[in-house]
């Protein structure tokens, strides 16, 4: 839009476009009215009661009376027997009851007019019905002053209508920028009755709600990368300023595997967010997948930790074949089957099972044992950086997690159009059940 093309607000568009339409309809209203009262006699009644005026004879020797029934009216003649002529040629009339009614065309202006005589005891009534252009002119007059007048109070109520009905609209626009200003918690909660407007404003809020929670979530995910982050870092400086203090005191045999830990640390986390990073973005390679296969490679890959941990894993079920990211896929069940082998006992179980349901999804079930939980932990248990224990245990031999693997899983899930579920079951541990759809997202 150019700077200087004038702005028309919705109002006076919409006060424009209703004057338009009524401008419009009227000129259509009065053009058909003049038409129809052109070629379509309008009547207009002029009743004058009398006696005739002049008696004159007829072709036939039968007496006749000539009348003149209306001074704008041509002069008719009246015999007592219902027959008529006219100055202006043959009349045509029709015996009915008495009476008869004689048109007459005047050839000046085509101006037609009908009389309708009757003769009791003697005297004589005459209708006028006639056409004239007068009345047409005048028509045309009054309806346009009455179109002028019409048009200058719809565009009056119109403004004022247009105006109440944008008012929340305006009322939105002043919240919208006060929330820009301030923080996202503010909501416009719009009163009313429920129609488009109301919809749009509770919309709105509900946008705001899910930008505000994702801001949230996504400053508390900075905090806790940040500090997860800085505690191998930390620990690494620890080392190298112990061993500069006093460079003979350790050897480098000593020095290596505990920075080489502390390193490794760091890039898990670093190679779990980027992997997070990913997941989130959606950023999907499509090919087929067996999920089945990539539960029995990871399962065996793990059983030999399953083993040195005390814990029993088994896996069985169907291939699972879906369209999906395969590498994602395979960090989804190598994070679910680590995570319920990690969070577990000594003498526990770990139980994965890959089902194709009728419907066309792929369910994976991942059950582990451990203590029971609450809905409340079973909730949080996709939370970024949240280190949900299932071992029944004392909290030192807490295991040594970075809290972003059910994370990545939802994010992969959420990636591919699934559904995640985690729930407790009542003996304890947990059970988390993911839904993949076959045609991929």
Not at 18 to 43: C, D, E, Q, R, S
Not at 258 to 281: P, V, Y
Not at 364 to 369: C, D, E, F, K, Q
């Amino acid at each position: 839009m150019s700077a200087g093309r004038p702005r028309v607000t919705i109002r006076t568009r919409l006060t424009l476009t209703y004057g338009g339409l009524f401008a419009a309809a009227g000129a259509a209203m009065i053009g058909l009215l003049y038409v129809f009262m052109k070629y379509v006699p309008v009547y207009s009644e002029n009743l004058t009661t009398g006696r005739p005026d002049q008696r004159d004879g007829t072709p036939t020797g039968l007496p006749s009376i000539r009348m003149t029934p209306h001074p704008d009216s041509m002069s008719l003649t009246w015999s007592p027997d219902c027959e008529a002529s006219s100055p202006g040629g043959v009349a045509a009339f029709f015996d009915r009851v008495g009476a008869f009614f004689d048109r007459v065309t005047s050839p000046s202006d085509g101006t037609s007019s009908v009389a309708h005589c009757m003769s009791p005891s003697g005297g004589v009534t005459s209708l006028q019905v006639s056409t004239k252009a007068d009345f047409l002119e005048a028509l045309l007059v009054f309806s346009a002053m009455a179109l002028l007048i019409l048009l200058v109070m719809a565009v009056v109520l119109g403004w004022f209508v247009a105006g109440r009905m944008l008012a929340p609209l305006q009322r939105i626009t002043t919240a919208a920028r006060g929330i820009a200003g301030s923080t996202l918690h503010e909501r416009i909660a719009l009163a009313g009755p429920k129609d488009e407007i109301r919809e749009l404003a509770d919309t709105f809020d509900g946008m705001l709600e899910r930008l505000h929670k994702a801001f949230q979530a996504q400053n508390r995910f900075a905090a806790n990368a940040s500090h997860e982050l800085r505690t191998p870092l930390a620990g690494m400086r620890t080392v190298l300023q112990v061993a500069l203090a006093a460079p003979h005191a350790y050897r480098l045999e000593d020095l290596g595997p505990k920075l080489l830990t502390l390193n490794r640390r760091s890039t898990e986390i670093t190679e779990a967010l980027l992997t997070l990073a990913r997941a989130d973005h959606g950023a999907v390679v499509e090919e087929d997948v067996r999920l089945g296969v990539l539960v029995q490679e990871m399962c065996a890959q793990t059983k030999a930790q399953a083993e040195r941990a005390g814990v029993t894993l088994t896996a069985s079920g169907d291939q699972g074949r879906l369209r999906g990211d395969r590498v994602l896929l395979r960090q989804l069940v190598v994070n679910l089957v680590d995570n319920a082998v990690r969070h577990n006992h000594r003498g526990g179980s770990v139980t994965v099972r890959v089902d194709e349901r009728p419907d066309g999804d792929v369910r994976l079930v991942v059950r582990n044992t451990g203590r029971k939980l609450s809905r409340t932990e079973a909730d949080r248990a996709f939370e970024p950086f949240h280190r949900l224990d299932t071992r029944q245990a004392s909290r030192s031999d807490r295991p040594s997690g970075h809290g972003l693997g059910l994370a990545i899983v939802e994010s992969i899930v959420r990636a591919h159009g699934g559904t995640l579920r985690a729930e407790p079951p009542r003996d304890g541990g947990l059970e988390i059940t993911v839904t993949l759809p076959t045609a991929g997202p």
